[in-house]
């Protein structure tokens, strides 16, 4: 009994460091809805929504969420030591604009070929720097929170019903920078003295996209009839659901250009991409639907499950629109107007919507006789795009072991790889103490460097405790 319940169960892993190929965070990536152990608990209901009928089993007739941490994870481009070397540009910056300011007052021709020489310096030395940042950097944030006591499990006709309410999160900043002319950072002689007292970082700015979603989901799942007057063996176990999603999305973009003369003392770019959030953000509800299959025929079980089938669709707020709305010499005209060019560049997308696609999943698992353990993989058939912009496609490996103690640990282990995008691959760790407490560790196995030293690419890790009833 102990081996075939935990052949039934799900090993969903909530941790989004991988981005939820459902477009706005909800599992992470792929699930094995028909393997699990007591490490995963009810995370089982917000996978294939047919698991819900086995979560609960003979035995029980609810089962809650008590409380959930906030799911933390997160993402950065592969650069290595990018604050560093940010930080390196903008110190030689302001080195070049004092010689610059020294040769503009002395009038000394050698203080001008200084000054030149300091610029053509910078040119040389961080062109290629700026734009590998702009080509490959990136750093995204993702959380999410449940609702206490949900997700939330419970019997009623004829099959089991779930509960889910949940707030998410996803952010993403990178740097952009113009295409038109012969690099990103360029120097001017403005007045046609032979000094280039003008250094231009040609629109390189900082874009942030954001999404925030709230979700309200309701399932409902059941044992389908099997035997003689059924189209399912008898000695099949075939399980269907399904998952009503309304959700209400947040969507944002802003775009700051990192420029002296965009500025003041009260008004950095930071500034203006936190004041430019409500002004570009747009509100819309919408519907989706997730439907699944679970199948059990002695020690093997399989699954697929359509998410998304009626996908939804997601408004993003005013985006280099309507310049001039705003003072012809603040900060916020200017940055509007480097969004039009860039956006005429093809360097950054016109906001529009975010059209949530539809993604197909299916899986299968083993139950290993007579030692605790169930191993069981998971593909993902299609590619999908996320809220901010990053392709995914999952293929997962899972292997979950149930000690058949309340007292005794369960635990399941995982390798994760994004067949698109980043094309990142995870480890993952996951563990039930007492069958109340859930954690789960999602660890990057691709590097950058931070401060010289070796860090993670993604990250992800969240915690919660539930009580079955």
């Not at 089982?44 to 409380?67: C, H, Q, W, Y």
Request: hydrophobic share 40%.
């Amino acid at each position: 009994m102990m081996n075939r319940r935990l052949g039934w169960m799900l090993l969903a892993w909530p941790l989004w460091a991988s981005a939820g190929p459902d477009g706005y965070l909800r599992h992470g990536g792929g699930a094995v809805s028909s393997l699990s152990t007591g490490s995963t608990g009810l995370a089982a209901a917000l996978a294939n929504p047919a698991a819900g009928a086995r979560l609960l089993g003979d035995e029980r007739s609810i089962a809650t969420g008590v409380l959930y941490l906030p799911h933390v994870g997160y993402e950065v481009g592969s650069v290595d030591n990018f604050a560093e070397n940010f930080e390196d540009f903008e110190d030689r910056f302001d080195e070049v604009e004092a010689q610059i300011e020294q040769a503009e007052q002395s009038g000394d021709p050698n203080d001008t070929q200084a000054a030149n020489d300091a610029i053509e310096a910078l040119i040389q030395d961080f062109n290629p720097v700026l734009r590998d940042i702009v080509d490959r950097g990136y750093f995204n944030i993702e959380l999410q929170q449940q609702l206490p006591v949900t997700p939330a499990l419970f019997k009623a006709l004829g099959g089991v019903w779930t509960v889910d309410v949940s707030a998410d999160l996803k952010a993403r900043i990178e740097t952009v920078a113009s295409t038109a002319g012969p690099g990103i950072i360029q120097g001017l002689d403005t007045d046609g003295d032979g000094l280039l007292d003008e250094v231009e970082t040609n629109d390189l700015a900082a874009l942030v996209t954001s999404g925030v979603f709230t979700q309200l989901g309701l399932g409902y799942s059941r044992v389908l009839p099997s035997g003689q007057w059924s189209a399912v063996p008898s000695d099949m176990t075939l399980l269907a659901g399904a998952r009503l999603n309304i959700i209400q999305g947040s969507l944002s973009k802003q775009l700051a250009i990192v420029d002296d003369d965009a500025d003041d003392d009260e008004d950095t770019a930071f500034d203006r991409v936190e004041d430019n959030y409500d002004a570009n953000e747009a509100s819309t509800t919408a519907l989706g639907l997730d439907v699944g299959l679970l199948a059990q025929w002695r020690r093997f079980s399989a699954g697929v499950t359509i998410f998304n089938l009626l996908p939804p669709s997601f408004d993003f707020g005013d985006f280099g629109q309507r310049c001039d709305r705003f003072d012809a010499d603040s900060g916020q005209r200017a940055d509007c107007e480097a969004t039009q060019r860039l956006i005429d560049q093809g360097v950054v997308d016109a906001a529009g919507s975010y059209d949530v696609d539809t993604r197909l999943n299916i899986e299968g698992s083993y139950d290993i006789p007579r030692v605790g353990w169930t191993v069981g993989l998971t593909l993902d058939l299609n590619k999908v795009s996320s809220v901010l912009g990053d392709e995914y496609q999952w293929f997962e490996w899972v292997a979950g072991h149930d000690s058949g103690r309340w007292w005794l640990p369960d635990f399941a282990i995982s390798y994760r790889q994004n067949l698109a995008g980043s094309k990142q691959s995870y480890l993952g760790v996951g563990m039930g103490l007492l069958r109340v407490l859930r954690l789960n560790i999602s660890y990057g196995l691709d590097s950058t460097q931070v401060d010289g030293s070796d860090q993670p690419r993604s990250a992800a890790v969240s915690l919660g405790f539930e009580i079955p009833f």
